[in-house]
């Protein structure tokens, strides 16, 4: 798996195939897989979160997630051509967890959110099992979240408490996780219930489902300028480095 550094956070030259191949292997060895979207946000902010930039460095797949990072890798010379969003990921990991009758275990979103994201996995994928959910609005210790996870035995974990929680609570506790499979998945258990709809397939075909969110969303406005932001200051990393190292 080659992997290239933007703005000094590892992303993953990965297909959807590509991992959907390593989890049964993981599975079969007992190993940790640590799926962690890379987007321009994590990218950006990461810097103020030392134990997620360490966490990502010893994370096994980092996705490119989102099309500012394979811009940035186009406009930098390297190899990442295609996004693997968080979300279609998690649909495709759904569909091997009910081919293979695993099982698999939600944490994060609001109380009646995550209700919602049970029942419609639980009716389009009848043959995982849904070992078990806590919301991310809970009052539980983290030993207590962690036990409830441990003793469902599930093979595959989903962790939906958005950027930063959700990897400063991986980073924090994985090591005392008995799960195979790890993926933060940010607001996916939003639109699999039904209570955010996804953009139109116009914006996912040209890659602008971040700007549907943020027209969607008043309070998101202000994301519109993060991707030119992002591009410019990525370049420009770039170029340093590329100086640096001749």
Not at 94 to 116: S, T, V
Not at 148 to 165: H, T, W, Y
Not at 172 to 181: A, D, K, P, Q
Request: glycine residues 6%.
């Amino acid at each position: 798996m080659k992997s290239e550094l933007i703005m000094g956070i590892p992303v993953d030259n990965l297909s959807y195939d590509n991992i959907i191949e390593d989890i049964s292997n993981y599975l079969d060895r007992h190993r940790k897989m640590t799926i962690i979207s890379i987007n321009p946000q994590i990218v950006t902010e990461s810097k103020k979160y030392p134990d997620i930039v360490d966490f990502i460095w010893r994370s096994t797949h980092r996705i490119p997630d989102g099309i500012g990072i394979v811009l940035v890798s186009r406009l930098t010379g390297g190899s990442i051509f295609n996004r693997v969003t968080g979300f279609d990921l998690m649909i495709r990991i759904l569909a091997y967890a009910n081919e293979n009758n695993k099982r698999i275990f939600l944490y994060g979103a609001k109380p009646q959110i995550l209700e919602d994201t049970v029942k419609n996995i639980k009716h389009s994928y009848p043959d995982l099992v849904v070992a078990g959910a806590i919301d991310g609005y809970n009052q539980l210790k983290d030993k207590e979240i962690i036990s409830q996870i441990n003793e469902s035995k599930s093979d595959i974990l989903f962790v939906a408490l958005g950027f930063p929680r959700q990897e400063q609570w991986l980073a924090r506790n994985i090591h005392e996780l008995n799960v195979s499979i790890f993926q933060d998945v940010g607001g996916s258990f939003d639109v699999i219930s039904g209570h955010v709809k996804r953009a139109p397939d116009i914006f996912i075909k040209f890659h602008l489902e971040w700007l549907y969110r943020s027209l969607s969303n008043p309070k998101r406005l202000g994301r519109i300028l993060q991707l030119p932001i992002f591009l410019c200051k990525s370049i420009v990393w770039s170029m340093r480095n590329d100086k640096r190292n001749r």
